[in-house]
């Protein structure tokens, strides 16, 4: 691999103040929205759709739990029908050597033990930061010109997209100053869609907000719609940063960080 020093090419100034600090602050409010999300979803581990759920209804897509299969407790996770045994994973978890019926390890969940009080004190507060961060990036990205710059894509870079996913498939990256048309098209879906779908799914889940504005609840067709849809881009969300880290990590993580901690970023040394 070859290293920064070795490109050769000049260092520009890449990241805005405003991008670095959004970005860390979007990294924090989702590391404890995750986890507290996780803790809020122990408490029903089921995803419906529709308007409501309970024992009398047969609408549940997802279901993690636990039961006792031939004298021992068994981990599982049902999904449309299909049931995937998840012990220690999911549903029963060791706990102090013995597999205890526990959603999550206490290692994904904030707090650690079963307190659904202090988890929905944490999302919420986090949501807020979130959707608050959100709005101070949207109104500097559009003053500054960084929205339409390199988050929305054209139609020239659309016709890249066939040559970008070759390149990124062999691990090839144009270190330039302009974004590609991959990472456009994946900063936009996240945050002109997920995040906002994140923010209005969640809104759409309060008794507070439909009491404010009860259609927003219809519109995701139903409150436990609105919470499989939230869950969904949850885990969307997830493999987005798995894949990101994968690809700060092949295109030279020391000059990626350095470029969303200064906002200094080094290209690639041109070639006559």
């Not at 930061?129 to 870079?157: F, M, Y």
């Not at 970008?164 to 945050?191: G, T, W």
């Not at 969904?232 to 901690?261: D, Q, W």
């Not at 290209?267 to 006559?272: G, H, M, S, V």
């Amino acid at each position: 691999m070859t290293t920064d020093a070795e490109r050769g090419g000049a260092l520009i100034y890449k990241q805005r103040l405003a991008t670095r600090v959004t970005h860390w602050a979007w990294a924090i409010c989702l590391f404890f929205l995750l986890l507290s999300g996780l803790q809020i979803f122990m408490a029903r581990p089921d995803l419906y759709i529709g308007h409501q759920s309970g024992f009398e209804f047969d609408n549940a897509v997802l279901t993690i739990g636990s039961a006792i299969t031939d004298g021992a407790r068994r981990g599982f996770v049902d999904l449309f029908g299909w049931r995937f045994d998840t012990t220690g994973w999911l549903g029963a978890i060791w706990v102090n050597g013995t597999l205890q019926p526990r959603t999550f390890p206490t290692w994904m969940t904030i707090p650690s033990y079963r307190d659904l009080g202090s988890g929905r004190v944490v999302h919420f507060f986090f949501a807020w930061a979130l959707a608050a961060t959100l709005l101070v990036w949207l109104v500097a990205s559009l003053a500054n010109g960084h929205l339409k710059r390199d988050i929305l894509p054209g139609r020239e870079d659309l016709r890249e997209f066939g040559t970008d996913v070759r390149a990124h498939a062999r691990l090839e990256f144009d270190r330039k100053r302009d974004y590609n048309v991959l990472q456009k098209l994946s900063y936009f879906s996240i945050l002109c869609v997920a995040l906002p779908l994140m923010i209005a799914t969640g809104l759409a889940m309060s008794p507070g907000t439909n009491a404010l504005v009860p259609w927003i609840t219809d519109v995701f067709g139903g409150r436990q719609t609105a919470r499989t849809i939230h869950f969904i881009t949850m885990l969307a969300l997830v493999g987005f940063f798995v894949v990101h880290i994968v690809m700060v990590l092949a295109a030279g993580p020391l000059n990626e960080l350095r470029s969303i901690v200064t906002g200094w970023y080094r290209t690639d040394a041109e070639t006559e």
